[in-house]
């Protein structure tokens, strides 16, 4: 009879199997090291496809990744090879495993940490998108110390995120300047459908100690492009405040409120921002005019102007229009009243220079001075019929007896007559 065969001790058979087990692993590291990129290589390819999709270079300090745990790539100290440089010092993007063997690319959440972006880099990239093909889906994006430089050079920092819904529109929009008092901030949340089918989104805006409540319209046009078209009501916004948190100066100060339409069209998101169009009807409360006292500048000719000018009353239509070489303001149906003064007129701000017209009329209308402003905003010229204000306080009219009265109706206006002008090239 035939011995049978020795069986393998359970302790060798153990070390046979963690044997087979190490080299498996093994096989299994040299293949992923062989196959998956290194840091450095990875940066390199991220250069290469930014610059076949969008035509501009990009250079990539780092490349950073992880798969176990909560999948993870992170780009760092990123910046683009053109005249005005766009700088990012972190991109996190945290893409979901399942839809990559789709061949979808789907991501939860994309982090912008330290971006710097000048006005003048963005026309490079219009109508071109980072993913022609819709095969990506960005869930959400946040955005931290973000520097945007507009066209007139002033950097201006913002935070805020986005989330989307399935159908790739927007869900809420939050928006806020960091470290501003008091703050500025907007929120915008899809509500449905409004009537006509139109996306309809709820706005909210805390902006220097007022706040701002209305709505949106998103719609498509018969030509498909975006339509986008809302109401908001500002009430009691302090005007200087608020330029100050955007690093801008006003010329005046109160609470404004009134009503705010806006409109906007294009194919893009971002062509919908570069072609928004508000239309404001205001008033202001407890309005002065800064750096300017308007009755010292009658009294002494424009010898004297260093001051304040509180106002009854000021109302006027602000309109503002995004373009190419930034924000162009228009004021019209201006009319400012201060006692026996009433200044009524139109002003445009544009590529940093103000051109005003209007007219300033003293005691309630006896005599109207021409008044304008043009040049660069830091330092315009301001141009006043002084010699109007002189002539008639001091009833030298082409009319000897008209110009008498209303010298002295004008000299009560500014308690007591101007003194003549002074014989300056600059007076003339």
């Known amino acids: 009879m035939n011995p049978s065969p020795p069986t393998t001790p359970p302790r060798r058979r153990a070390l046979v199997a963690a044997a087979t087990l190490a080299a498996l692993l093994a096989a299994a590291w040299l293949a992923w090291w062989a196959l998956v990129p290194t840091s450095d290589e990875l940066a390199r390819r991220v250069e290469a496809v930014f610059e076949a999709r969008m035509g501009q270079k990009l250079v990539v300090g780092q490349v950073r990744w992880r798969v176990l745990g909560r ?44 971006a710097l972006v000048p006005h003048g880099a963005m026309a490079a990239y219009r109508g071109k998108t980072p993913d022609e093909s819709g095969a990506m889906f960005v869930r959400a994006v946040a955005f931290n110390d973000l520097t945007y430089i507009s066209y007139s050079g002033i950097p201006v920092v913002y935070e805020g995120d986005i989330h989307f819904d399935d159908d790739r529109l927007v869900h809420r929009l939050r928006l806020r300047r960091p470290g501003v008092e008091p703050p500025v901030s907007l ?41 986008l078209t809302g109401e908001l009501a500002p009430r009691g916004v302090e005007v200087n405040a608020l330029l100050e948190a955007f690093h ?24 919908l921002f570069r072609t928004l169009h508000t239309r404001s009807v205001l008033r202001v409360e407890r309005a002065k005019i800064l750096r300017f006292d308007i009755d010292k500048a009658v009294k002494s000719l424009g010898e004297d102007r260093a001051g304040e000018t509180p106002l009854d009353s000021l109302t006027g239509v602000m309109d503002t229009q995004n373009t190419e070489q930034g924000m162009k303001t228009t004021f019209t149906q201006v009319e400012a009243v201060a006692g026996n003064y009433t200044a009524t007129g139109q002003a445009t701000l544009y590529r940093k220079r103000v051109d005003a017209q209007g007219q300033l009329e003293i005691g309630g209308g006896i005599v109207d001075v021409p008044i304008s402003a043009h040049g660069p905003l830091r330092k315009p010229e301001f141009s006043i019929a002084w010699g109007t204000i002189a002539g008639a306080a001091i009833g030298t009219a082409v009319l000897p007896g008209i110009g008498t009265v209303i010298g002295a109706k004008i000299g009560g206006a500014v308690t007591g007559p101007p003194k003549a002008p002074p014989a300056s090239p600059r007076s003339r």
């Not at 100290?77 to 061949?103: C, F, G, H, K, S």
């Not at 801008?248 to 062509?271: C, K, Q, Y």
């Open 187 to 227: 929120d915008a949340t899809r509500d449905g459908k409004a009537d006509g089918g139109a996306d309809l989104y709820q706005l909210r805006v805390q902006a220097a100690g007022g706040s701002a409540r209305g709505q949106a319209r998103l719609a498509t046009s018969a030509e498909g492009r975006m339509v």
């Open 71 to 114: 999948p993870m790539v992170e780009v760092l100290d990123a910046r683009t090879v053109q005249p005005e440089v766009i700088r990012v010092r972190r991109v996190a993007i945290y893409p979901q495993l399942m839809p990559l063997l789709r061949q979808r690319l789907a991501i939860d959440r994309l982090e912008l940490d330290g």
């Open 248 to 271: 801008r100066h006003s010329p005046i100060n109160g609470a404004a409120s009134g009503e705010t339409e806006l409109r906007a069209e294009g194919d893009t998101a971002g062509e």
